[in-house]
């Protein structure tokens, strides 16, 4: 039987057929060349360029678009993935307008930034043949990555082709992290995070081995016993817990979980979601949970965060992006209670106002509809290996040392830096020079 | 270009050898600014740059003067983007004895790259040892005689007016030859009726290469508040030199002539004028340079632009399979030829791709209004080509904004060419065996049934 948006409750198949497809398909279609050469014409190739700057990895930007302007976007790409070897996906799924695009000087002049990302994404996809780098000779010497995920795989990536040998230990059943598990379905199409990965490990010297979780069976004792240093990119493997009466019931779920179940369906109209939708937050996560339930057919979803739209850690354009999909976004506005009779019927809020003491309740109370409440209000590093802390993330230094000698760390689970795919890249690359000059005596 | 990550080059190698100098590759930045000091040509090295000519040396004395107003003058494209630059500046104002010092400094340090000295000193053949002597303890690799500044140095007797006159430059590179072994390139100018001239008097006078163009004698605006050319020095201006992409053309028609003529075939050419990517040094060298030269798109965007001509010249050569440059120098030259040659045979139509077209009708107001009707525009702004009015001229082609958009279709032999009713023969016909052409050869035509 089919459903259809107001069909009450949890239910799948709300949409007809071809609605999924066009509902998930690209967010930012692919620039055709004639695009690509429009857009690169744009750049103008600025001296020691503020959009390099912002890069997290540093790619050099100006040359790269130049290299698209002139017709070789294949050396476009070897310059972004020299710095950046996930450069495909953070073409995808960087928030450029807070980073590169920000800065553009063609945002200060006119407004319109250069499509740096876009661009990237144009160059990088020429490159997804033939691995375009090859390994050193071999140092003989052996590197544990724990975390498959994007710190992981840079970490990994850098160090093979050093010459070292890597073994990865991911806890999943298949390796990308957020990339595969995270990152909104119409940002990374076609099975990308899958096709990357393959594509990064083809460079050699890489062994994956998958549901091999540190700290269930596995130690870090073991692993630095095994191997000549260890390189910790595990994420964030925690949530944070809502913390109010009736928090447990039927339908309250871990954004993380449903957007995982998403990107792993085979078929989306089998995929059950609420008639009225309640995320809490106001992070990406909780714009990727509330956009995605909102494509898959739910009737209305309403985006509640307890500060103001300025506080949100999700970026104008995707609190934008969220709006032009139909999502309803109530900021000052903080969970009191879940009601329902055991499954999940209303959601209790109560209005916030910043004062002088910081966040306050008004006293004032409003209640919304819920067939199904995600959570979405912060991960948390799980199990820290007695390493030292800062903050509630493993310390690191710039070049991502922990405190315990041989011990490296990198991406969500460190210090430093914001919580983006791109950041987790520049860890992990920078930890494996340090690695590298460390083992081979340089460091 | 090495790759930053594991030292394996970007692709094909693009070391050079011209006149027995070596460089990693055949990026030389001309004679001008951005070679005028230690500083800028020790940063041009750090970028990447091959070799450098040093901007032009004269003699020793009371320095040169240059205007301290501005001194270019500029034409632009859609969005500002530069495409012809314009100059009134002289030669080096800075005295010879501290550029001397800094060239043999500098090469000392980069003894891998290429490190050309230019000069210009009065025409008599005294100064012209001296400064050889002086030159030749740099340690240089060899010398650039510039006989082609437009001004300024022209009134002095030097520069272009030496430039212009074949005999002159085959006196003054006599003198080189004979007081020094150094390599010496003729610079060209190319404000002449026939680039062949300068070039074959300085073969005769020993040159063991030319190089060119020069920049070329021009106005680029002028102001109509004030009614003076710019740039405006006090209320007038002068014309200066003109260089940039714009000019490319014009040089690039020079150095095929240098290359495919009978007299000057076989003389090494450095080419220079408005070389600003990969592609514009490939056209270069394919139609007969050595190497090139460049001057604007440094001075537009910065020694690290010459990051992107290496990138995209070995990505292009692995892509063709050339594994040195001297591999594709001077393929072109050989297809470079008159217009009597041509096969007028040869038929092509204009095809329009209507997924591409954007329906701008810019095809048709230029077919249409100036060229052969054969374009027609339906209500609904479809835009088709009418092969039986169609010349072929390009002229939609080239005014179409979706590059690809437009393209030309080669007609089979034995295909009819709507527009003549001929069918194309398997045969070519040029000019030369043409029935229209009264010297023709009859024979072609009456084999034909013509
Ligand atoms: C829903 C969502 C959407 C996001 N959207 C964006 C976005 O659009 N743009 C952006 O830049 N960033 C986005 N992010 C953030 C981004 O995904 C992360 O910053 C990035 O993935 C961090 O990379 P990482 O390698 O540190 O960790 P992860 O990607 O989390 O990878 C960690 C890996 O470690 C494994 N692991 C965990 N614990 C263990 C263990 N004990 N033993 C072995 N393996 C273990 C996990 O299985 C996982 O594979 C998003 C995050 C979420 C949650
Ligand atoms: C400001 C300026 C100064 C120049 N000075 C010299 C010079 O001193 N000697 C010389 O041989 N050529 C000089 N040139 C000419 C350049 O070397 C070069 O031949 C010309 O600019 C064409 O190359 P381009 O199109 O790459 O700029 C000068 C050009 C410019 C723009
Ligand atoms: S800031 Fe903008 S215009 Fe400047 S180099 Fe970067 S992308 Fe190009
Ligand atoms: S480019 Fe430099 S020297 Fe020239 S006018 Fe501008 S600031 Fe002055
Ligand atoms: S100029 Fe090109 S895009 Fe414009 S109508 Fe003609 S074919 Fe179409």
């Known amino acids: 039987m089919t459903n259809s948006q107001s069909t009450p409750g949890i239910v799948p198949n709300r949409l007809s057929g071809d609605a999924y497809g066009d509902n998930f398909s690209d967010l930012h279609p692919p620039l055709n060349d004639h695009e690509a050469l429009v857009a690169a014409d744009r750049c103008y190739f600025c001296h020691d360029a503020p959009c390099m700057e912002a890069c997290p990895t540093t790619i050099d930007i100006p040359l790269f678009i130049r290299q698209i302007a002139t017709g070789t976007p294949e050396a476009a790409a070897k310059t972004i993935l020299n710095q950046n070897i996930l450069g495909g996906m953070c073409a995808r799924v960087c928030p450029t307008e807070t980073l590169c695009e920000e800065v553009c000087v063609r945002e200060t002049a006119e407004g319109k930034p250069v499509v740096i990302g876009e661009l990237q994404r144009y160059a990088t996809d020429k490159a997804m043949g033939a691995h375009p780098f090859t390994r050193a000779a071999s140092t003989g010497k052996s590197v544990a990555v724990v975390g498959a995920g994007p710190a992981g795989l840079s970490a990994a990536h850098r160090l093979a082709m050093h010459g070292h040998d890597v073994v990865i230990y991911d806890a999943r ?44 069976g596995l130690t870090l004792d ?208 920078d930890a494996a020079e340090d690695i590298h000059a460390t083992l081979m005596g340089e460091g | 270009m090495k790759d930053l990550l594991n030292g394996t080059r970007y692709g094909a190698d693009l070391h050079s050898n011209f006149l027995g100098i070596e460089s990693p590759n055949p990026f030389w930045l001309a004679s001008a600014p951005p070679t005028d000091k230690e500083v800028n040509v020790r940063r041009a090295y750090e970028a990447g740059w091959g070799g450098v000519v040093w901007k032009t040396l004269g003699e020793a004395g009371p320095p040169v003067v240059n205007v301290s107003g501005p001194r270019y003058g500029a034409i632009f494209g859609a969005d500002r983007r530069l495409l012809g630059l314009n100059n009134i500046e002289l030669i080096t104002d800075r005295p010879l004895e501290v550029n001397l010092e800094e060239i043999a400094r500098v090469k000392r340090d980069y003894p891998d790259r290429a490190l050309i000295v230019s000069l210009m000193v009065p025409c008599e053949e005294e100064p012209w040892r001296k400064i050889l002597k002086e030159v030749e303890l740099t340690g240089a690799d060899g010398v650039e005689l510039n006989f082609g500044c437009p001004h300024g140095m022209a009134e002095r ?180 030829t008159d217009w009597q040659h041509l096969n007028l045979d040869f038929v092509t139509k204009a095809e329009i791709n209507q997924d591409d077209c954007i329906s701008c009708g810019r095809c048709f107001a230029a077919c249409e209004d100036t060229s052969h009707q054969a374009i027609e525009m339906s209500e609904d702004r479809v835009f088709t080509v009418k092969d039986d009015e169609c010349v072929a001229c390009n002229l939609c082609v080239n005014v179409c904004p979706v590059e690809g958009c437009i393209t030309m279709r080669q007609l089979g032999v034995d295909e009819i060419d709507e527009r003549t009713g001929m069918k194309v023969p398997a045969d070519k016909r040029t000019w030369l065996e043409h029935p229209n052409n009264p010297s023709a050869d009859p024979n072609t035509c009456i084999i034909r049934g013509q």
């Open chain 1, 222 to 429: 073991k692993l630095s016993a095994d191997h000549d240093a260890v390189f910790l990119g595990m994420g964030l493997a925690g949530v944070n817990a809502l913390g109010v009466e009736g928090d447990d019931k039927d339908g309250v779920l871990d954004a993380v979980d449903f957007i995982s179940d998403l990107r792993q369906a085979s078929d989306l109209s089998t995929l059950p979601v609420g008639r009225h939708v309640v995320v809490i937050g106001g992070g990406m996560t909780a714009v990727d949970a509330a956009v995605q339930a909102k494509l898959l057919g739910a009737e209305d979803v309403a985006l509640v965060y307890r500060r103001g739209r300025d506080r949100m850690g999700a970026s104008k354009f995707e609190q934008d992006l969220a709006a032009s999909k139909g999502v309803r976004i109530i900021t000052h506005a903080s969970p009191k209670a879940v009601h329902g009779n055991g499954a999940v019927r209303e959601v209790e809020f109560a209005y916030t106002a910043d004062g002088a003491d910081g966040l306050a309740e008004t006293g004032e109370v409003f209640r919304l509809p819920a067939d199904q409440v995600f959570k979405a209000i912060g991960q948390t590093l799980g199990d820290g290996q007695g390493l030292e802390l800062e903050g509630r993330k493993i310390s690191i230094s710039m070049t991502g040392r922990t405190s315990r000698a041989g011990v490296w760390a990198g991406g969500d689970c460190a210090s430093g830096g914001d919580d983006l795919t791109v950041t987790a890249v520049a860890e992990g690359r």
């Open chain 1, 173 to 216: 059943p298949k390796a990308g992290g957020l990339n595969e598990f995270g990152i909104a379905s119409y940002k990374s199409t076609n099975d990308f995070a899958a096709r990357e990965v393959e594509w990064l490990l083809s460079i050699g010297g890489i062994t994956v081995k998958l549901g091999q979780a540190l700290g269930n």
């Open chain 2, 157 to 336: 007797g030097m520069g272009a007016a030496v430039g212009q006159v074949p005999e002159y430059i085959e006196m003054v590179t006599g003198w080189v030859k004979k007081h020094s072994n150094l390599p010496c390139i003729v610079k060209l100018t190319p404000n002449i009726s026939n680039i062949l001239m300068p070039a074959q008097a300085a073969m005769r006078g020993g040159a063991d290469a030319v190089s060119l163009i020069n920049t070329i004698n021009s106005i680029t605006s002028v102001n109509l508040d004030a009614m003076s050319p710019e740039p405006m020095i006090d209320g007038m201006g002068t014309h200066g030199g003109y260089c940039g992409p714009a000019v490319k053309p014009i040089a690039m028609n020079m150095v095929a002539e240098i290359a495919r003529s009978q007299d000057t075939k076989g003389l090494p050419i450095s080419a220079i004028g408005g070389v600003t990517t990969w592609r514009d040094a490939a056209e270069f060298m394919a139609l007969g340079a050595g190497n090139v030269q460049v001057c604007t798109a440094a001075m537009t965007y910065g020694f690290k632009v010459v990051q992107e001509m290496i990138s995209g010249l070995s990505q292009w050569m692995d892509e063709k399979g050339y594994e040195s440059t001297s591999d594709f120098i001077g393929l072109a030259a050989p297809k470079v």
